[in-house]
């Protein structure tokens, strides 16, 4: 038996005598070469971030839950529900075709937002706290404002990409997509729902900006945007206050500022380790929404400042998986989807994070998988198998896939393979669409009829310019058509 060949005790292949192991950092950069790394560690993050709102919503709601209904796993149960519930999206997400997911992205989108209209009207959607923003089916209350979250990250994206591809012009690229965002924002605000509408503007912002808006005309909307912020912010009563609040702590630190007040001590007493999992002191009612909107401050206070790092550090490797599968992925809808979504929950995450800690004004904006919130968890799930889908449809990914490098994970889940893109099939049917649509007969137009005996006169030219070819008729345009998969635009530069 030769040195390089000698077994161990149990078995398995030793080094040469005298031979160091690869360092730690080493051994995880080989790991992330792997073609499903990127997979694999989206999938992680969502499972550790909701096991980590379970086990905390159950143990920051337990008071409250016994002080209302007689149990101390009443909203513990719901929130165990609706993590099924978003289990089994997360399933339907990793499963559902890229051609299918861009065809369903306006009809889906157009239903979310008539499910806003129908929510402000009265005696279909319900009212709590003055706020009119769910519907109540039985046990399960169902909010539209979060859904619509989604379906205009994925219709925004099929809408940037086919755009972009066709060399639009920026009058094609920003129209219908920021009126359409605009209006949701309008039937948002009108719930009232200040928090809500400050993520709607994130996701708008961030499908503009990767969606290559120029930089000037994008500072000019991101302005904006923060100035109508600061006006919806002091315009109400309650979202005025909570601004007074942030700017004067001191002035009713028993009334408006409590809540902020309460939470940075439930953070100063975890300390650095923590009081323990479940020794909370500050959900015994001294601290409100304690299992929602400041589910952080309960964290800090009992798993300590390394619970608190520990949740950063998910959210941090969340970003880097994010756009690094933004970046690998060649079909431009993955990487506007991909790149949107992961600035979403992010910005969220932060913003969550920023005003339990005293460094933003109060939002209500939720902790994403984490805090109490049916609708919340299972539609950021939703989203979580969406984007792992899309580390599914990485180039490696699909040739280690259609290689047969499955994995335990994907033959458990029996999941189908995923499509190859390919810019020159996408140019063919793009023609292919083109030539069917030049041999549709058209209308006869009743101005230009003639009497009989007289000549046709000839129909007039018109002279397109270079930035509206492609894009001046309707149906290269309307985005309830989508034509999959879309060319790239630098492989449709290359390809004339």
Known sequence: MTETTRRSWNGRKAGPKGAKQAPAGTRFGAWLARPLASFHLIVTIATLLTVLGLVMVLSASSVESY???????????????????GCVLFYLALRIPLKRLRQWSFPVFAISMLALVLVLIPG?????????????LGPISVQPSEIIKVTLVVWGAHLLASRRSEHASLKDILVPLVPAGLLVCLLVILQPNLSTTIALGIVLAALLWFGGLPVRLFITIAVSGVIAAAVLALSAGYRSDRMRAFFNPGDDPQGIGYQARQALYSLADGGIWGRGLGQSRAKWSYLPNSHNDFIFAIIGEELGFLGCALVLGLFALF????????GRSVDPFLRLLVATATTWITAQALINIGYVVGLLPVTGLQLPLVSAGGSSLAITLFMFGVIANAARHEPEAVSALHAGQDGRFSRLLRLPKPEVYSPAKAE???????????QRPRRPDPRRQVLPGRRQPPEPQRRRSPESRGTSSLRATRAWEPNYPMPHARERGRSR
């Open 67 to 85: 002080t209302v209904g007689g149990s101390a796993y009443s909203l513990f149960i719901q929130q165990a529900m609706f993590a099924g519930i």
């Open 124 to 136: 279909i959607g319900s009212e709590v706290q003055g706020a009119r923003r769910w519907f109540v």
């Open 319 to 326: 970003v880097y998986t994010g756009l690094r599968i933004a």
């Open 428 to 438: 063919s049917a793009r023609a292919r669409s083109a030539a069917k649509s030049a």
